[in-house]
């Protein structure tokens, strides 16, 4: 069965670096989305991506945050200048144009020092 | 500001014996509503949805109820097993990118 993949699985970086967070979404899927986890709270919208653009972002999804599709089956969530705040578990989601139901992926968990 | 929670944090119950897992929603306009479960370290994982034109739906060992009349939706797990056991979030789906607002999780714990 078709999954999305999420690399790298634990990311530790230090305050003020750069990171960047790797998925593979379904291939045939159209929607695209990360989430954010932070332990033991809820789920929490980010940001979402269709058509090569950002159609949505929440309040999380500030300047520090950027999303790109480099190519035809990468998608990635950079944040600039990471703060300790920004330590959570991080989903990547995908969907097909014509369903509602979301794909996660198995998270990379992101450590900030 | 709009939410979706859950009403209980924790729940145990006998391997077996029936689930029920409850989520209240305060979007009047939420139409389409989603239970995922979410085992330790994995993604969450779709279970089954639900329209607001529904009352009711039935998957395979699950039922998911929902009264928009007091905004209540409610996963009950048939036959509970120990491989149920997770965190269960209802989300409701919102937006013109379709995207999720989970509630805060009930943990389920099955007993053997």
């Not at chain 1, 967070?21 to 979402?48: A, D, T």
């Not at chain 1, 991506?49 to 159609?55: G, L």
């Not at chain 2, 979410?38 to 969450?44: D, R």
Request: proline share 4%; net charge negative.
């Amino acid at each position: 069965e078709p999954e999305v993949t999420q690399t790298p699985s634990h990311q530790v970086t230090q305050m003020g670096q750069e990171v960047i967070l790797r998925c593979v979404p379904i291939s045939n899927h159209l929607y695209f989305y990360w989430y954010r986890q932070i332990l033991g709270q809820k789920v929490e919208f980010l940001v979402s991506f269709y058509n090569n653009e950002i159609s949505e972002k929440s309040e999380i999804f500030d300047d520090q945050f950027s999303v790109e599709r480099p190519d035809g089956s990468n998608f990635t969530l950079k944040i600039r200048s990471t703060k300790l705040e920004d330590s959570a578990m991080y989903f990547c989601a995908s969907s097909e144009w014509y369903s509602y139901e979301q794909y996660f992926g198995p998270g990379t968990r992101l450590t900030v020092t | 500001g709009e939410s979706v929670g859950l009403h209980l944090p924790t729940l145990s119950v006998q391997e077996g014996d029936n689930s029920i897992i409850n989520c209240a929603y305060s979007n009047s306009a939420s139409d389409y509503f989603i239970w995922y479960k979410q085992e330790s370290g994995k993604g969450p994982q779709f279970i089954i949805d639900i329209r607001s034109n529904m009352d009711k739906r039935q998957g395979q060992r699950v039922t998911v109820l929902l009264n928009k009349t007091v905004k209540h939706l409610s996963l009950q797990i048939a036959a509970t097993q120990p491989g149920d056991s997770a965190v269960y979030f209802c989300a409701d789906v919102s937006g013109s990118a379709r995207q999720l607002t989970f509630g805060s999780g009930t943990q389920l714990t099955v007993l053997p």
